[in-house]
Structures are given as structure tokens and as C-alpha cells.
């Protein structure tokens, strides 16, 4: 089967493991910010997303091609601060449609924050978020920033586009 990657990034890590993932299946990469490519011409979908505020920021793109999207396999892979877990499965439950949610595939892979690169309002909100959160290692992370990219990491996406590109249409 053919597929292609699909992500939404802010600052640029997503579309870092994005370029990995395609250099290690030959899947073309689309920024769905700049690119009008329709998903419809593909039979599966890997989407990327980055986490801010609480959300995967690919949600509003993914309800505009739903029609698109339905019924083909799906991987998500999100890029967040937060680690894999009950937190960040409640942020992705929250933010896209139940059916989805319900038969994708997701992977969690951590990304970067560095202070010195973030919008001014950002580095606000950060630092505000960092003071008020129970959570010293995330809040630390907040404040602080953090680097977490690791190119290893796309294993398990790389390993579920090989299952889909050698399954029939
Ligand atoms: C403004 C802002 C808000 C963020 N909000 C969250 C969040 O709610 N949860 C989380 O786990 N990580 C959060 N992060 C961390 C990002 O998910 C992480 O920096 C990621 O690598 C960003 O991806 P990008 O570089 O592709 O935009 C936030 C980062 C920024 C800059």
C-alpha cells in the first residue's frame, strides 16, 4: 500500500522526526501548513503532531479531511514534552474525533523546547504554567526547557509503515 506522512508543527521538531520517518520508508512528508496535498490519494496516513497547550495542533486539519481520512489505517505519532501515558492519551482523547482515536495506531516520541527560539507569549504562558504546576520535573521542563529529540526513537512508527506497505490495498 502507499502511503504518506502528514504533520503540524510549531517549532520545527515535528517536522524533524517527520523527515526522519520519510528517509526511512520512502514516505513523502507533507507540513499540512503549507502543503494542499489531498490525503484522499493515499490508503494509509501517518500524522505527526506537535503538543501545545494541552492538544495535538494537527486536530482542526484532521476534522477538515475527515471524509479523507475514515476509513484508511492511521499512525499517529505526537511530539510533546510529556512522556507516553494516561496524560497524554486524555489530551489526544479530548482533541480528535472518538473513531479515530479508537482505531489508530499511536506513538508517543518526546521533542524540544528551547526558551531562547519561543514567541515571546509562549515563554510567558511557559513560564506562568511552570510556577502553578504541581509537577517540579514538568514544571522545571517548563521553565527551563528541554531536549529530548532522538532520532531511535521513530523505531516503532518506522516498524508499522513496513506492516502497512506490504499489506495489499
Ligand atoms: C507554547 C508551548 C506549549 C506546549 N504545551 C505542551 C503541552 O501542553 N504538553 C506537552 O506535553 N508539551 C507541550 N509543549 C512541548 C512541545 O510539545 C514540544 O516542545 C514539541 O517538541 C514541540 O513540537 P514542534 O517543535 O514540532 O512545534 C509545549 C511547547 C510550547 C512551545
Known sequence: ?????FFATKYGSTAQYAEWISAATGLPAFDVKTSKVDPLGYDFLVLGSAVIYFKPIIHQWVKRHLAGIEKKPVVLFTVSGA??????????A?????PLVMRMQHIALRGRQIPGELALFDRVMLSIAGLMNP???????????????D?????????RVGLLQSAKP
Open 151 to 159: 532520532k531511535n526513537s521513530i523505531g516503532p512508527v518506522v516498524e
Open 1 to 5: 500500500m502507499d502511503g504518506a506522512i
Open 83 to 92: 512522556p507516553a501515558g494516561p496524560k497524554l492519551d486524555r489530551w489526544i
Open 135 to 149: 509537577d517540579r520535573t514538568a514544571a522545571r521542563e517548563e521553565m527551563l526547557g528541554f531536549d529530548y529529540m
Open 94 to 98: 479530548k482533541n480528535l474525533p472518538q
